[in-house]
Antibody, heavy 121, light 107 residues
Framework: QVQLQESGPGLVEPSQTLSLDCTVS??????????WSWIRQTPGKGLEWLGH???????HYNPSFKRRLLISEDSSENKFSLKLTSVTAADTAGYFC?????????????WGQGSLVIVSS | DIQLTQSPSFLSASVGDRVTITCRAS??????LAWYQQKPGKAPKVLIS???TLQSGVPSRFSGSGSGTEFTLTISSLQPEDLATYYC?????????FGQGTRLDIK
């Protein structure tokens, strides 16, 4: 059974880079069977899909974040990561990692527990 | 982007009531619509995929229907544990987008 666990700083200063990891257990992050996504949640905008990484590092990003966003895999630690640059207070959110099985049109059926990130000096 | 608009945004109902939540899309969707339930402090949980497919372990009082631009989530007999916020999600095109949510309160 696939399980996901987010980790990373809970506080990031404005203009800096927000970095989060999602450790995967139960399957290799390199498998072609899964799409690995980041989703965030704010009181103002609700749930927003940020992007995903899949087999051999193939990525797809939400255009709203594309200029600032990098999602990558790390097979040595069986995790995937999010980096969001030039953050502002508007990037304060709960960040979830999530997985889709086999097709990117399948629902996100596995989620991490979420990680709250506050952008503040 | 495909916009999803849920109605109502807030709903209060009694145990045993039949509850319906609507999700309207800004353009026609095929079958790539899912419904999620989120309880406070938890990650969303998928209830229904492909408009009508009940996920394993989800009580049969939940059902989904619809086509084109209008979709519904129905709870046939509301239970106390259904207190949550419900979201629709479209997976037809990028970027994947969620509705703004319907908060369900138990009277």
């Amino acid at each position: 059974q696939v399980q996901l666990q987010e980790s990373g700083p809970g506080l990031v200063e404005p203009s800096q880079t927000l970095s989060l990891d999602c450790t995967v257990s139960g399957v290799s992050v390199l498998t072609f069977d899964y799409f690995w996504s980041w989703i965030r949640q704010t009181p103002g905008k609700g749930l927003e899909w940020l992007g995903h990484v899949s087999y051999r590092g193939s990525t797809h990003y939400n255009p709203s974040f594309k200029r600032r966003l990098l999602i990558s895999e790390d097979s040595s630690e069986n995790k995937f990561s999010l980096k969001l640059t030039s953050v502002t207070a508007a990037d304060t959110a709960g960040y979830f990692c999530a997985a889709q099985y086999y097709y990117d049109s399948n629902p996100f059926d596995t989620w991490g527990q979420g990680s709250l990130v506050i952008v503040s000096s | 982007d495909i916009q999803l608009t849920q109605s109502p945004s807030f709903l209060s109902a009694s145990v045993g009531d039949r509850v319906t939540i609507t999700c309207r899309a800004s353009q026609g969707l095929s079958s790539y619509l899912a419904w999620y339930q989120q309880k406070p402090g938890k990650a969303p949980k998928v209830l229904i995929s492909a408009v009508v497919t009940l996920q394993s372990g989800v009580p049969s009082r939940f059902s989904g229907s619809g086509s084109g631009t209008e979709f519904t989530l129905t709870i046939s007999s509301l239970q106390p544990e259904d207190l949550a916020t419900y979201y629709c999600l479209q997976l037809q095109s990028y970027p994947h987008t969620f509705g703004q949510g319907t908060r369900l309160d138990i009277k």
